[in-house]
């Protein structure tokens, strides 16, 4: 990799064609696009990626869960080179979640193939089958196939809102559920995912490229709060051990906490119970939730720490009762150095600027870079809209992003 770096340019028109027509699939009138896993329209974009990989060349196959790939064939064919996304859309998503992966690799390899020919190792486009969670909760469901992770159980367990068990769902879809080892792979020497920012800093900052340094980690508490219900009349102030007063200083002093850490930390208090919730009881009790996130493992421990004291001294301070119980929490998982480096060089000879960034969302990469040397890049997303209709990334934007890819790939498998 110490030759200087050629750029491989993508076909603009043809990405801004797939990327309209993929979209129309699942399309709902209201704005916005529906594609759970294994649903029919996830069925009719997979057979649409098909065929526009099998135009493109390259020889397509499904594994048992429903990744799709497209396999351009190396003079060696025993080690492969993988890219590509996720096919599945949150409700009501947009068009490049994922998506835009799945495209900007496709046009990817088609442009290698025309500029270099065959390559020396194989190089493979994915379509990840699930990663939002869009039907069961069964995050990274694709790329956990490829990687064994997935546990026997689980084809029961999991279920969708109809109780649809996934095995079911697979079966209505023609996947034979029994197969859920069939996927493993152990010829994948990299893994390299294109995926839109979903945040607004390139977007702000008018930077074309993000190199994703690591995907950051996350911890889930619930925080109970009990205090005791009184009359909302009769009872004065000073009197009161009021759960949602004291879960209410938690809140903004959590905020503040948070706040002073500075970028990348973020915290969100997204759901809230209060009981008994009447207009004129004092609440008794409060749940809410936290979701907490960084980068850095010792510093989203350090940041759970200290919230949780504070929490703990504003309930003491207010004579009401706390616990708290870790829900979920997944860990910082750091990107591969080697490829991070050949992805600054790659956006080097493509003329685009890019920077340095953590992931505050998860992704497939994450998962997979715990098993095989990964990296991710970003593209703008404008405003920063994501998991919305509004989504966007202009077309120069997405393909220069792809050409970064191609011209990355093509060190890969061109040595
Ligand atoms: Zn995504």
Same mark, same amino acid.
């Given at each position: 990799?110490?030759?200087?770096?050629?750029?491989?340019?993508?076909?603009?028109?043809?990405?801004?064609?797939?990327?309209?027509?993929?979209?129309?699939?699942?399309?709902?009138?209201?704005?916005?696009?529906?594609?759970?896993?294994?649903?029919?329209?996830?069925?009719?974009?997979?057979?649409?990626?098909?065929?526009?990989? /099998?135009?493109?060349?390259? @020889?397509?196959?499904?594994?048992?869960?429903?990744?799709?790939?497209?396999?351009? *064939?190396?003079?060696?064919?025993?080690?492969?080179? !993988?890219?590509?996304?996720?096919?599945?859309?949150?409700?009501?998503?947009?068009?490049?979640?994922?998506?835009?992966?799945?495209?900007?690799?496709?046009?990817?390899?088609? $442009?290698?193939?025309?500029?270099?020919?065959?390559?020396?190792?194989?190089? &493979?486009?994915?379509?990840?089958?699930? &990663?939002?969670?869009?039907?069961?909760?069964?995050?990274?469901?694709?790329?956990?196939?490829?990687?064994?992770?997935?546990?026997?159980?689980?084809?029961?367990?999991?279920?969708?809102?109809?109780?649809?068990?996934?095995?079911? $769902?697979?079966?209505?879809?023609?996947?034979?559920?029994?197969?859920?080892?069939?996927?493993?792979?152990?010829?994948?020497?990299?893994?390299?995912?294109? @995926?839109?920012?979903?945040?607004?800093?390139?977007?702000?900052? @008018?930077?074309?490229?993000?190199?994703?340094?690591?995907?950051?980690?996350?911890? @889930?508490?619930?925080?109970?709060?009990?205090?005791?219900?009184?009359?909302?009349?009769?009872?004065?102030?000073?009197? *009161?051990?009021? $759960?949602?007063?004291?879960?209410? !200083?938690?809140?903004?002093?959590?905020?503040?906490?948070?706040?002073?850490?500075? *970028?990348?930390?973020?915290?969100?208090?997204?759901?809230?119970?209060?009981?008994?919730?009447?207009?004129?009881?004092?609440?008794?009790?409060?749940?809410?939730?936290?979701?907490? *996130?960084?980068?850095?493992?010792?510093?989203?421990? /350090?940041?759970?720490?200290?919230?949780?004291?504070?929490?703990?001294?504003?309930?003491?301070?207010?004579?009401?009762?706390?616990?708290?119980?870790?829900?979920?929490?997944?860990?910082?998982?750091?990107?591969?150095?080697?490829?991070?480096?050949?992805?600054?060089?790659?956006?080097?000879?493509?003329?685009?600027?890019?920077?340095?960034?953590?992931?505050?969302?998860?992704?497939?990469?994450?998962?997979?870079?715990?098993?095989?040397?990964?990296?991710?890049?970003?593209?703008?997303?404008?405003?920063?809209?994501?998991?919305?209709?509004? &989504?966007?990334?202009?077309?120069?934007?997405?393909?220069?992003?792809?050409?970064?890819?191609?011209?990355? !790939?093509?060190?890969?498998?061109?040595?």
């Amino acid at each position: 990799m110490t030759n200087p770096i050629k750029k491989i340019q993508v076909d603009a028109p043809t990405l801004q064609h797939y990327i309209d027509h993929l979209a129309t699939i699942g399309w709902q009138p209201e704005g916005g696009i529906v594609r759970p896993v294994y649903s029919p329209a996830w069925l009719k974009a997979r057979q649409q990626l098909a065929e526009w990989m /099998r135009a493109a060349g390259l @020889h397509v196959y499904e594994d048992a869960v429903g990744n799709l790939f497209g396999r351009l *064939r190396g003079l060696d064919d025993t080690r492969t080179i !993988l890219t590509g996304s996720h096919l599945d859309t949150v409700k009501l998503g947009g068009k490049f979640d994922g998506a835009l992966g799945i495209l900007a690799g496709l046009v990817a390899l088609q $442009a290698l193939h025309k500029h270099l020919g065959p390559p020396q190792r194989s190089l &493979e486009v994915v379509a990840l089958c699930e &990663e939002e969670n869009s039907r069961f909760h069964a995050r990274y469901w694709g790329t956990r196939a490829i990687l064994g992770l997935i546990e026997e159980s689980q084809l029961e367990a999991l279920r969708d809102e109809q109780n649809i068990s996934i095995a079911s $769902a697979m079966r209505a879809a023609g996947l034979p559920p029994d197969q859920y080892r069939a996927p493993i792979r152990t010829d994948l020497d990299a893994f390299l995912e294109l @995926h839109i920012e979903q945040g607004r800093i390139l977007f702000d900052e @008018h930077i074309d490229i993000g190199i994703v340094q690591a995907i950051t980690g996350l911890q @889930h508490l619930l925080i109970t709060v009990k205090g005791r219900a009184d009359h909302a009349g009769t009872t004065p102030m000073d009197l *009161r051990r009021d $759960a949602l007063q004291g879960a209410a !200083l938690m809140a903004v002093e959590i905020t503040r906490l948070v706040q002073q850490e500075g *970028r990348p930390a973020v915290v969100t208090l997204g759901q809230w119970d209060v009981r008994p919730g009447a207009v004129n009881v004092v609440p008794a009790e409060v749940r809410f939730s936290i979701d907490l *996130r960084h980068p850095d493992a010792e510093t989203l421990q /350090r940041l759970s720490v200290a919230i949780q004291a504070r929490c703990q001294a504003i309930a003491q301070e207010r004579d009401l009762q706390l616990s708290s119980e870790i829900t979920g929490q997944s860990a910082p998982q750091q990107m591969d150095p080697a490829l991070q480096a050949l992805l600054i060089r790659a956006a080097g000879a493509c003329g685009a600027t890019w920077k340095a960034m953590p992931s505050g969302a998860g992704h497939d990469s994450q998962t997979m870079a715990r098993h095989l040397p990964t990296a991710m890049l970003f593209v703008p997303s404008i405003e920063g809209r994501s998991h919305s209709a509004a &989504e966007e990334t202009p077309l120069a934007d997405a393909a220069r992003g792809a050409t970064v890819l191609a011209t990355a !790939l093509s060190q890969l498998v061109y040595p």
